[in-house]
Every structure is written in structure tokens, then in C-alpha cells.
């Protein structure tokens, strides 16, 4: 059993900045892909980010693309979200997620389909 535990998130002024964190605990078998989603009330899960397991390739939604920066350290099986020029549009529940740990996928992944496991949810306000 993975659980993703989440921290930062809060209140910014627009053009601000927020981090924020993801850890896994428990049984990590081997690094997968992670990513970022965000969710406003009555709206669907969107897509934000996404993280090979290695590191090396990442995905963004154009929304995003230019402000928001996925990172991972392997050694602490953790995924961070930089969000920097934070805009009104960006306030939202934002959530991690663990990807499938399946042997063959296609590359990126941006459905919450292809994720199973979520953290917590955190809470990024953006004042105007």
C-alpha cells in the first residue's frame, strides 16, 4: 500500500509563488511515473503536470507551461511543483498522483486513468 502525503499549498498574491511537495510512503517498489492535478468545485480533475520515472521527461498542460516547474528526488520518492506568476485562473484543490505500476505505457500520461494513487489534496488560493 503507497500513500502520497502532501504538504505547502496556501494563500499568494497573483505573480506569486507556491511549492508544493509529495512524498511516497510504504511499499515503493520502483520509481513511477508521478504528476500533478488540480480540481475546482463541480469541475473535473485537470491535468497539470507529469514526471517520468527517471526524471528526465516531463509533460505540461498549456495552461501552465512556462510558470509551472515538475521536479522528483528518487532518493526520497518525492515530487515537487514549483508554480511560479501564479495567476487567478491557477486557485484550485491540487493533487499528486503515483502512476500505474504496469510494464508498458505510452507516453505522456495526462488522464487520471492512468494514475492510482492520490495525496490528500492541497488547497492554492491566488488574491488579485
Known amino acids: 500500500q503507497v500513500q502520497l502525503v502532501q504538504t505547502g499549498g496556501g494563500l499568494v498574491q497573483a505573480g506569486g509563488s507556491l511549492r508544493l511537495s509529495c512524498a511516497a510512503t510504504g511499499r515503493t517498489v520502483r520509481p513511477l511515473p508521478m504528476a500533478w492535478f488540480r480540481q475546482i468545485p463541480g469541475k473535473e480533475r485537470d491535468f497539470v503536470a507529469a514526471i517520468t520515472d527517471s526524471g528526465f521527461t516531463k509533460e505540461y498542460a498549456d495552461s501552465v507551461k512556462g510558470r509551472f516547474t515538475i521536479s522528483r528526488d528518487l532518493t526520497k520518492n518525492a515530487v515537487y511543483l514549483q508554480m511560479n506568476n501564479l495567476e487567478p485562473e491557477d486557485p484550485a484543490l491540487y493533487y499528486c498522483?503515483?502512476?500505474?505500476?504496469?510494464?508498458?505505457?505510452?507516453?505522456?500520461?495526462?488522464?487520471?486513468?492512468?494514475?492510482?494513487?492520490w495525496g490528500q489534496g492541497t488547497q492554492v488560493t491566488v488574491s488579485s
Open positions: 498522483a503515483l502512476g500505474r505500476d504496469i510494464p508498458f505505457r505510452t507516453w505522456p500520461l495526462r488522464g487520471t486513468a492512468d494514475f492510482d494513487s
